[in-house]
């Protein structure tokens, strides 16, 4: 702690003393004043603001985007779209980052970036690469599938070693039987739950709460009545019904075999149960909720065809023997048969 020689706490930068400034921020070997920092401030600005003036950035000559194209024309045979797109981005990019601001009103950008996405292999680092060679700036690449589960993660990923597994990962979640059929809080009103914070795991299982608990968000709004999936209705109804009614120790997943009504939940019969209830709340358009209505009237019109068809023996037995099933006696109708 530095002090004068009165004993008084002062300034390690300016000599003022306690009385003299407005405040003093203590260090760990001394104090500083408001008015010295302001000044370092200051010094710092434009230190900054000429190493900006003098680096090569902003020494950098923008190149015009044909002329971009042209430079990686002589590295990069063929992708003539991308080579386009991406000589007008590097152009714009130099551009608003380098050249002062031609109007006082426009937003002074401080930062630009230029993402490329595309599948492996198509080319996207020798792309980058040949950019960076043509700015003399350093060139650093990410690839995101490094941060997913099943993505390409690099080179010498044989040599990699594996520290702990971590799927099972361990996270704080409210329990989810605090929670209505709707996802709102009982506690709260209008306070919606969605997602791993009911403890479930953070795929389809986190996608679906996030619609129902949206749907009823938006329901609560307009004041209509809630929109709640029963177990016979859709997997989402199972999942909500276990999470409230059981809770769980453990990150949810939704298997079939938790479901009793599994044998009704199928692919082939989700917008006959699902779109009246989607075209009900706004979700689901006239137009869609026509072709289920058409898909539902052709098959009670081939129903209705079906029973009322006689079926002879003598025409079918011998189709029946063919598939090694029971024959038929009598003269009946073709749809047991089709059963």
């Given at each position: 702690?530095?002090?004068?020689?009165?004993?008084?706490?002062?300034?390690?930068?300016?000599?003022?003393?306690?009385?003299?400034?407005?405040?003093?921020?203590?260090?760990?070997?001394?104090?500083?004043?408001?008015?010295?920092?302001e000044h370092a401030h200051e010094i710092i600005d434009k230190e900054f603001h000429q190493k900006k003036v003098d680096g090569k950035a902003g020494d950098l000559k923008i190149q015009k985007?044909?002329?971009?194209?042209?430079?990686l024309d002589q590295y990069i045979i063929g992708q003539d779209e991308a080579k386009k797109i991406l000589s007008v981005a590097v152009y714009n990019h130099f551009k608003r980052i380098n050249l002062p601001s031609s109007s006082k009103n426009e937003v002074e950008i401080e930062k630009s970036n230029v993402i490329m996405i595309g599948e492996t292999g198509t080319g996207k680092t020798l792309l980058a690469k040949t950019?960076?060679?043509?700015?003399?700036?350093?060139?650093?690449?990410?690839?995101?599938t490094v941060f997913t589960e099943a993505g390409y993660v690099g080179e010498d990923v044989e040599d990699a070693k594996i520290a702990r597994y971590?799927?099972?990962?361990?996270y704080d979640y409210f329990p989810p039987t605090q929670l209505k059929l709707t996802l709102e809080t009982h506690l709260i009103e209008n306070l919606f739950f969605a997602g791993q914070i009911n403890g479930t795991t953070g795929y389809e299982e986190a996608a679906c709460?996030?619609?129902?608990?949206?749907?009823?968000a938006a329901q609560n709004v307009k004041e209509k009545e809630p929109f709640v999936l029963?177990?016979?209705?859709?997997?989402?109804g199972v999942l909500i019904d276990d999470l409230i009614t059981k809770s769980t120790d453990e990150p949810y997943r939704m298997f079939t075999s938790r479901a009793e009504y599994r044998t009704l939940l199928r692919q082939d019969n989700a917008d006959e149960r699902l779109t009246p209830l989607s075209h009900n709340i706004g979700l689901a358009n006239d137009e869609r909720m026509f072709l289920v209505e058409q898909k539902l009237s052709g098959k009670q019109e081939m129903l209705k065809y079906l029973n009322n068809l006689s079926v002879d023996p003598s025409a079918v037995n011998p189709v029946l023997t063919s598939l090694r099933l029971l024959l038929i006696a009598i003269s009946i109708t073709s749809f047991p048969i089709m059963k």
């Open positions: 702690m530095k002090m004068s020689k009165s004993g008084m706490i002062h300034c390690s930068f300016c000599g003022r003393n306690r009385d003299e400034v407005k405040i003093l921020i203590a260090g760990q070997e001394g104090h500083i004043c408001e008015n010295c920092i985007p044909i002329a971009i194209k042209t430079f950019i960076a060679k043509l700015l003399n700036v350093p060139f650093a690449i990410v690839d995101a971590g799927y099972a990962i361990e709460q996030g619609l129902i608990a949206g749907i009823n029963t177990r016979s209705e859709a997997y989402i």
